[in-house]
C-alpha cells in the first residue's frame, strides 16, 4: 500500500510504497476512505510535536475494517467507522475510572510512535525500515489502530468523507463542551480560535443551546461562525470589550482556548466572567509554559482546566448522534479534497489558513 511517509521533520512528505502487518490482539486493520489535515499534524512535520520520523502522520479517518486481529469483538470486516485519535487501553486506572481519554498505557506510547504494544505494524517497502505513526499513520490507504479507537458509523453518513473530523475536531469539541465546561442551555460562551477545533466547538455549544461569540481574526472564518449562529468579534477589534458589551458587562460562563498561544491563554481569561470556566484545548509545542493572569483568576473565581479530547468508545457514538439528527454540520469545515500525492498541497493548504480542514482521500 501507499502512504504518506515524513522522512525528516521540515522536509515535504513523500508517497511511498509500506507493507503493513496483520492486526494483533485488539487491533483492526483499515482500508483508509479519506482523512482529515490538523494542526496537529503540523506540529509533527515541524519537530514541535517530537514524534521521531521516518513516520507516517495523520490522526482522524473514514475508514473500512478490512480485517480485526484476535480478541476483537464488534467488529467485522466490511463495517464502515471513523477513528479516533485517543487510544484507551481499557485496563488502566483511568480508564477503570471511566476517563480513557487520560488513559496511561495511551499516553506512554503516543508520542513513540508505537501501537499500544510498543511496537509498529508498517515498514518501509524499499529498504524494510518500521515506521513510526502520529496517532494512527492515517495519510495512507491502510492502517492498523486500536479497536478501542473506533466507532461504526450509520449508513447514511459512509458516504460523505468530511465525518474523517469527528475523530479529532468534533471529538474535542464535545469533551470541551460538554464534558470539561458543562455548557447549559443559555450559558455565554466564548470560543477563541477558529480553526477546525474552535469552529467545532462554536457548533457544539450552540447544539446545547448556549449562546455563542467566536473570536479570531480570519474574516472568513468569522463569517462562517456568523452562519453556525454565533456572534464574532475580531480579535484585533478589542475582543474583551466588545464580549463585555454583548455580555452586559459580565464576561463569559466560558471560554475555550482553542489556539494554544500565550496571547490566547491571556486572553482567555480576560474574557471569562467572575465565576466563569476556562477550558483550554489548544496544543502548544510540547514543553511549552503560559503564563496566567493569576489575580483575575483568583479574585474571579475563575476555573481554569485542560481537556484533551472525549472518551472514544462512550463519547464519539453521541457525537456521530449529533451529526445524524442535524445537530452538527462538518461539512461546513471541510475545504479542499486531495489525492495522497497531494498531501503537500493539503498541508499547505491548512497552513496558509486557505483551508480551515483539508481532506485527504486516498
Known amino acids: 500500500m501507499r502512504a504518506a511517509v515524513l522522512a525528516r521533520y521540515n522536509e515535504p512528505l513523500a508517497v ?7 492486526p494483533r490482539d485488539g487491533e483492526v486493520k483499515l482500508a483508509v476512505r479519506s482523512a482529515g489535515v490538523c494542526h496537529s499534524d503540523l506540529y509533527v512535520l515541524e519537530g514541535a510535536t517530537p514524534v521521531p520520523p521516518p513516520l507516517v502522520p495523520g490522526h482522524e479517518a473514514v475508514a473500512e475494517v478490512a480485517e480485526v486481529g484476535p480478541g476483537v469483538s464488534g467488529l467485522e470486516p466490511g463495517d464502515v ?24 498505557r495511551f499516553s506512554e506510547v503516543r508520542l513513540k510512535g508505537v501501537l499500544l504494544d510498543g511496537t509498529s505494524r508498517l515498514r518501509l ?15 495512507a490507504e491502510e492502517a492498523v489502530v486500536p479497536a478501542s479507537a473506533v466507532a461504526k458509523l450509520p449508513e447514511r453518513l459512509r458516504g460523505r468523507p468530511e465525518m474523517a473530523m469527528l475523530g479529532c475536531a468534533y ?32 457548533q457544539m455549544a450552540k447544539a446545547v443551546g448556549a449562546e455563542v461569540v467566536a473570536v479570531g481574526r480570519n474574516p472568513e472564518k ?5 452562519e453556525m449562529g ?14 463585555k458589551e454583548l455580555t452586559g458587562g459580565r464576561g463569559a460562563d466560558v471560554v475555550i482556548e482553542a489556539v494554544g498561544s500565550d496571547s490566547t491563554v491571556d486572553l482567555s481569561v480576560e474574557l471569562a466572567g467572575p465565576g466563569g470556566r476556562v477550558v483550554l484545548v489548544g496544543l502548544a509545542p510540547v514543553g511549552h509554559r503560559a503564563p496566567l493572569h493569576l ?3 483568583v479574585r474571579g473565581g475563575i476555573a481554569v482546566v485542560g481537556s484533551y479530547g472525549a472518551r472514544p468508545r462512550v463519547d464519539l457514538p453521541k457525537v456521530i448522534s449529533l451529526v445524524e439528527r442535524g445537530m452538527l454540520r462538518p461539512e461546513l469545515l ?28 486516498p
Open 171 to 202: 471529538l474535542t469539541a464535545y469533551g470541551a463542551v460538554v464534558n470539561s465546561a458543562s455548557v447549559q442551555p443559555g450559558d455565554v460562551v466564548v470560543v477563541v480560535g477558529t480553526g477546525g477545533v474552535g469552529l467545532a466547538a462554536v
Open 222 to 226: 468569522l463569517k462562517l461562525a456568523r
Open 125 to 139: 517497502r524499499r529498504t524494510g525500515e518500521a515506521l513510526r505513526v502520529f496517532l494512527g499513520g492515517l495519510w
Open 295 to 297: 489575580a483575575k483568576v
Open 81 to 104: 467507522v471513523v477513528t479516533s485519535f485517543i487510544w484507551p487501553c481499557g485496563r488502566c486506572r483511568n480508564c477503570a475510572r471511566g476517563r480513557e481519554n487520560l488513559c496511561e
Open 16 to 22: 511511498e510504497d509500506v507493507d503493513v502487518d496483520r
Open 230 to 243: 454565533a456572534r464574532a468579534v475580531d480579535v484585533r477589534d478589542g475582543a474583551v470589550e466588545a464580549v
Open 334 to 361: 471541510a475545504g479542499g479534497f486531495y489525492k495522497l500525492e497531494q498531501i503537500n498541497e493539503a498541508v499547505e493548504a491548512l497552513r496558509s489558513g486557505r483551508s480551515i480542514r483539508p481532506i485527504v482521500v
